[in-house]
Each structure stands twice: as C-alpha cells, then as structure tokens.
C-alpha cells in the first residue's frame, strides 16, 4: 500500500514537473487570471454601481416623503417606490439581474409589476452579455481546462512514454487515476484564488455572513464540476489516438454542454410553454375588474351588492346612517377585488413559469452546464425565483399599505376635518427577507443532485472501461 502511494505521489509530482516547464499551462494560467481579475473588477465596479444607484433613490424618496403632508387618500396615490435589493454575491454571478426589474411602483388603484431593468435599451447587453466571474468560470475556463486535460494520455502514447511506463510495473489506472489528480489540482489552484478573495469581500457586507452557507454550496459546486470535467477529458484521452482528435473531440462537447443544447432547451421550453406579454395580461386584468369574474358582475353591480350587505350587517337602510365613511369602504372593496383579479390572472402566468423552471432544472439531469448555472444563480440570489420572492413581498406590502389607509379613510367621521400629516408617517419600512438556504436546497433540488451524480457516473464509467481495456 505505501509503494502504491509512493508511485503515485511521484507520478503527480512528475505531472507538476512537466507543467512547470511547458509553456502552454503558464500561458493558459496567466489568461486565466488576467481574465478573472478583469471580470472581478468589473463585477466590483457594477455592484457599487448598481447598490449607489439604489442607495440614492432611496434616499431621495424618502426625503420627497417627508416633504409631502396630505390625507391618507392622497398618500396612498402619491405612492412610492421600491428597489430590489442587491445580493452580496451578486457580484460574483449576476444571473438574471440585468434582464429583470429593478423597483416596484407603490401605488393606489394600480398593481403594478417589477420595471425598470438594466437591461433595458442596451441592443449589446441582450446579444452578447457581458464579461462576469461566472461567464469565465462557466464557459470560457472550461474549455481551457478540457483542452488541456485531454491530452493527459495522447501526449504519452506519442511521445512513446505511455509503454515505458506500463513496462516499468506502472498500471494504466494507476497512471490515469494520478494524472486525473493532478490537472484536477491545477483547476482548485485556478479556483481557489476567486473564492478566497469573494470570502475577504463578503466580510466586508454587513450581510455577508448571512451568506456564508451559499458561499460554501457555491465552492462546492464549482469545485464538484471541474472534477466532472477532468474525468470527461480523461474518457475522451483514454480512447483517442492523437491529441488532435481528442482536443477536436472535446472541443465538441464544451460547445454541445456550455452553448447550443442549453438553447436548444430553452427555446424548445419556450414553445412548449409560451407567456402572453404583459400588454396582453395587464389587458385581462383590466377587462376582468370592470367586467367582473366567476359571474361576479360588473364593478357597479359589485359596489351596489356590497353596500347592501354592510347595511344589512350594521341594521340600517341608507348608507347615511352608516358609522363610518362610504368611500373609505368602497375604495378598499375596489382594491381587494383587483387584488382578487390580479391574482387570478397571475396564476396562469405563474403556472407556466413554475413549469418553465422545472424543465430547466429536468435540463440539469443531462447537462452539469446547465446544473452548475441554475445552482449558481440560485445561491447567489440572482435566479427568478428571487426575483418572484421579491415581487410578492413588495406586492404583500402594497397591499397591506393601501388597506391601512382607506382604513383609515373608512374611519372617519361624516364630515371630517383632513388629517393632514407627512406621507412618511403613514408609509412602513420596507424589509426584504432573502429566503432561506433550505428552500432554495429544495427547490433546486434537482441541479443539485446532478451535479452530484454527474461525478459518480463518470467514476464508475471510467472504471469499468479501464477494466475492459485490462482484459
């Protein structure tokens, strides 16, 4: 056993040799790095952008509100705004953040949607994106990395050292296992220098140890697929008879995995599942209210139903001798039942998401790609179901907002004298929840298991077709 690992120590000792003196790794590695410290900075630079950016709309929001006194009823169509906050990783992968909005319009009457994103007008943002420590990591270092794993094996047959050393009692797995080992070593150098800096940067969010379990799923991950991907190049190595077949070879794979299947399943999601736009949706939620749903009548037959059974509840027969303001009571009855309209309307809309996002992830089954950037958008709180998260919470404060204040309104006397007060005082705080780690464990619970499998599967085909070539 101890000249087992004595043979394979030197084995990888001699793979870091051969590395220190080709110029092709240090090449490599050096555009590794300039280009992830480039993409670093530039995920830096757009987090204090966007946050700043956030930061001062808040601030001038707030001061406007403070400002601005009237009644409860011109507060609540003053309104305000909210702004989705920022992830501290979002740094590090920012998904989907460009492409969705990023406030939510705090307004009587209206329900409005998340709007606003950065995406929006930018023709070269939409076709190419932009250059992120994830783009590298996900796309262009791993074809980096397979090029030069593939040839592991081909260089030594060429070179006529593959059958020296199975003649001096070296096993082919033995010499396989230990050159997987270390080009598995090269890829955690690579990556360990990202997670070490977005470890001191967390430290520095006030946030940020919130994140610490995202950040250690989100090392994990990376670290589990770059394994993925030293036994794939070690497949393709083991059987190709030149380094030019296996570099074409693989070549292959990365843009099938990293490029055309996840289009391919995206579009074909797409058809499958097709959304209305939002032109056509607001349209529906607007002829529901006024036409009504479920045979409810139209809004004047509602009204006229409703104050009915506020009579009949209080015992009198005119809306004079009520204890409290018909307006007030007629404004909350309109906004719950275009709440009720919204959220019918939305349901469809939703629905089609939901399945949308589970062949997404049913993608993950076949393709790590695609399993490693639905985890890595997910941890970083930059999937859309952060973005739905947000979406609800705001929607829930609106909601509760609106209905204090036509409370309020509801509350007054017949002939009352306006309380006019500052719009701040009747507006609450905002407070974001992120959700929790396992929720999103759970939810993602499909990426994760295939990026977990993927490793298993390729070990045991590795072996077995180690032993096929033994016999």
């Given amino acids: 056993m101890n000249k087992s690992f004595a043979l394979r120590f030197i084995l990888i000792k001699k793979e870091f040799q051969v590395a220190y003196r080709d110029r092709t790794i240090f090449i490599f590695t050096c555009i590794v790095f300039v280009l992830l410290s480039l993409s670093g900075l530039l995920g830096i630079l757009q987090y204090q952008q966007d946050a700043q950016s956030r930061q001062q709309s808040n601030k001038k929001f707030s001061s406007e509100l403070r400002a601005f006194h009237a009644d409860a009823h011109d507060v609540a169509h003053y309104g305000t705004y909210l702004f989705k906050p920022l992830s501290p990783l979002t740094f590090f992968d920012p998904g989907l953040n460009d492409y969705f909005g990023t406030s939510y319009r705090v307004e009587a009457h209206v329900q409005h949607e998340v709007d606003y994103s950065n995406a929006e007008g930018t023709d070269t943002q939409l076709r190419f994106g932009s250059l992120t420590l994830t783009l590298i990591l996900q796309v262009l270092l791993p074809l980096l990395y397979l090029t030069i794993c593939c040839t592991m094996l081909t260089q030594e047959r060429e070179q006529g050292t593959l059958k020296m050393l199975l003649t001096h009692g070296t096993s082919l797995s033995r ?278 499998i993927w490793p298993w599967l390729l070990a045991f085909l590795l072996v077995f077709c180690l032993k096929f070539l033994k016999n």
Avoid at 181 to 204: D, N, Q, S, T
Avoid at 225 to 254: D, E, K, P
Avoid at 344 to 369: C, H, R, T, W
């Fill in 175 to 452: 010499l396989l296992w230990s050159k997987i080992i270390a080009y598995y070593m090269f890829a955690v150098l690579w990556l360990l220098p990202v997670f070490i800096g977005m470890l001191v940067l967390l430290c520095f969010f006030d946030s940020g140890n919130l994140m610490l379990g995202r950040y250690g799923l989100l090392l994990l991950a990376y670290l589990v697929f770059y394994f993925s991907l030293t036994l794939i190049a070690a497949l393709v190595s083991l059987y190709s008879r030149s380094s030019r077949a296996a570099i074409q070879i693989v070549l292959g794979i990365w843009l099938l995995g990293a490029i055309v299947l996840p289009k391919i399943g995206t579009t074909l999601i797409d058809q499958r599942y097709p959304l209305i736009s939002r032109a056509e949706f607001n349209h529906q939620v607007r002829q529901g209210y006024l036409k009504g749903i479920n045979g409810d009548g139209d809004s004047r037959l509602r009204v006229e139903k409703y104050l009915d059974r506020v009579c009949s509840q209080y015992g009198v027969k005119k809306l004079e001798d009520l204890p409290l303001n018909v307006d007030g009571l007629v404004l909350q009855y309109n906004e719950n039942y275009q709440q009720k309209v919204f959220d019918y309307y939305y349901a469809n809309v939703e629905k089609i998401i939901d399945q949308q996002q589970q062949s997404l992830s049913g993608m993950a089954l076949l393709n790590p790609f695609v399993a490693l950037k639905r985890l890595s958008m997910a941890l970083s709180g930059t999937d859309f179901f952060h973005h739905q998260q947000f979406f609800q919470q705001a929607k829930d404060y609106r909601n509760t907002f609106i209905r204090r204040l036509n409370t309020e309104v509801a509350q007054r006397t017949k002939q009352p004298e306006l309380h006019m007060s500052s719009a701040a005082t009747l507006l609450p705080a905002f407070h974001y929840r992120f959700p929790t780690l396992s929720l999103l464990l759970w939810r993602e619970a499909t990426p994760l298991f295939a990026l977990l």
